[in-house]
Each structure stands twice: as structure tokens, then as C-alpha cells.
């Protein structure tokens, strides 16, 4: 009698669990996190509210879902994707990216003369994901201080170049991580330009402030006549600088 009744008790839980298992609402979302629990509302094509199993409730808009599963009522797409519909871009791990960045600093000839910049600059290219992004850049430079430190009647350049950058860390939990950036490319009508850039980035992951220490390696012609070779000798020229900007 006491076997057949805890038999009966086990019987009884494991079909409560079953149950309970089978009339859980279940949300995939887009960037394939699983949501399990009860949906209390839908606002077609605007949103959905879930309750998950340990009473925490959430609410998601329509575009981060990729299907809802309701108990009793089958699978749903939350809408059809048209190709006038609203995409919240800085919901989405991949995709497009785009900068302004505003860059300043002075050389670093301990011996010699030295000559500062300072330099904005439009970044856009494509988001893999937090860890790599990669991209161009250009913008007008401004170059102040002695002129026989950059043998140019023009004060201004223009660099252009190949931008890579990303997190140290994921951003999905943190207002505040580590980035780091590197730029590859040509300053007209300097010459070759490198500038590797660490700093933090601040906000979310798609949308965020930039503020970072660059140094910047760049190929000057200066006043110095090279005699053998008959032209203006070339010096590559470090620089130490600041980078702010906004990332989105």
C-alpha cells in the first residue's frame, strides 16, 4: 500500500512537470537567446511581454523576434518583414557601423623640431561582431607649428585609410569597456600613416562615446635637401594624440 502510493505521488509530479512544461510560452529572439515562460501580452507588429519562470518580466520589441512559440496556439512569425518596416539597428550584433572622431596631438622629435595636428575624421564599414569591426576612414588634417618641420605651403592633409577596431570585452552587460582601434593608409600628400589607438568606449553596443590615446606614425617630406639624391628628405614622424568620437 505505502509503494503504490508513493508511485501515485511520483506519477502525479511528473505529470504536473509535463504539463507545466508543455504550457510554457517559448520567444526566439533574433540574436538566439530562448525566452521561456508565459506571454501575458502582444501588441501586434509593435511588441511582446513574457513572464519568464522565475517571475521576471520582459518586454521586446517585434523586430529583435525571430518566432514566438505559444502553448495551444502554435508557432507565430511575429510579421511579415516588408521593405518599409522600422529596423532597430542598434538592437543587431551585426551590420553596418559609422564614426566621427575628432584626433589632435604633437610629435615626439626629442631632439629636433616638432610640429602638433589636429584632425576629424568619418569612419564607416561593417560590424562582425563586438570583438571586430572593419572599415575606411578619411578627413581633413590640420598641421600647426614650425614649417620647416613639413616642407608644404599647404597647412592641410587628408588622410585616408583602412580602419579595424573592436572590444577587449563584450559590451552586452557593461556601459563601459576597452576598445582598440588600428589605421592603416596615406595622409595626402604626406605619405604612409599607422595609428594604433587604445581607449574605452562608453554607452551601448551600438551606440556609444569614444575616448582614446593614438599614436600616430606618419611619413613627412621636411626642409632638409638630400644632395645625393637631388629631392627633400623624408622623416617618419611619430606623434602622440587624443581621439574623441561617437560610434553608432
Excluded: C
Amino acid at each position: 500500500m505505502k509503494n503504490l502510493f508513493i508511485s501515485v505521488i511520483i506519477a502525479f509530479i511528473a505529470s504536473f512537470a509535463i504539463n507545466a512544461q508543455d504550457t510554457n510560452d517559448v520567444i526566439y529572439l533574433n540574436n538566439g537567446s530562448v525566452i521561456q515562460g508565459t506571454i501575458t501580452n502582444i501588441k501586434e507588429n509593435k511588441s511582446v511581454t513574457i513572464v519568464t519562470l522565475n517571475g521576471e518580466k520582459y518586454t521586446y520589441q517585434m523586430v529583435e523576434v525571430r518566432k514566438i512559440d505559444q502553448s495551444g496556439k502554435g508557432v507565430k512569425i511575429p510579421y511579415e518583414r516588408g521593405k518599409s518596416e522600422h529596423k532597430a539597428y542598434s538592437k543587431f550584433d551585426q551590420g553596418f557601423f559609422f564614426a566621427v572622431e575628432g584626433n589632435g596631438g604633437y610629435s615626439l622629435n626629442l631632439s629636433g623640431t616638432n610640429i602638433g595636428f589636429g584632425e576629424i575624421d568619418f569612419v564607416g564599414g561593417y560590424r562582425v561582431n563586438d570583438y571586430f569591426r572593419i572599415g575606411a576612414g578619411f578627413g581633413p588634417r590640420y598641421y600647426f607649428g614650425p614649417e620647416n618641420a613639413r616642407l608644404n605651403v599647404a597647412r592641410w592633409g587628408m588622410p585616408l585609410y583602412l580602419d579595424i577596431r573592436g572590444n577587449f570585452i563584450p559590451n552586452e552587460y557593461r556601459n563601459i569597456v576597452p576598445y582598440y582601434s588600428l589605421d592603416l593608409g596615406t595622409s595626402f600628400p604626406d605619405g604612409l600613416m599607422v595609428r594604433p589607438t587604445i581607449g574605452i568606449r562608453v554607452g551601448e553596443a551600438r551606440s556609444a562615446f569614444l575616448l582614446g590615446v593614438s599614436y600616430t606614425g606618419q611619413n613627412l617630406k621636411n626642409a632638409d635637401f638630400d644632395k645625393a639624391k637631388g629631392s627633400f628628405k623624408h622623416k617618419f614622424t611619430s606623434f602622440l594624440s587624443i581621439k574623441i568620437g561617437y560610434e553608432f
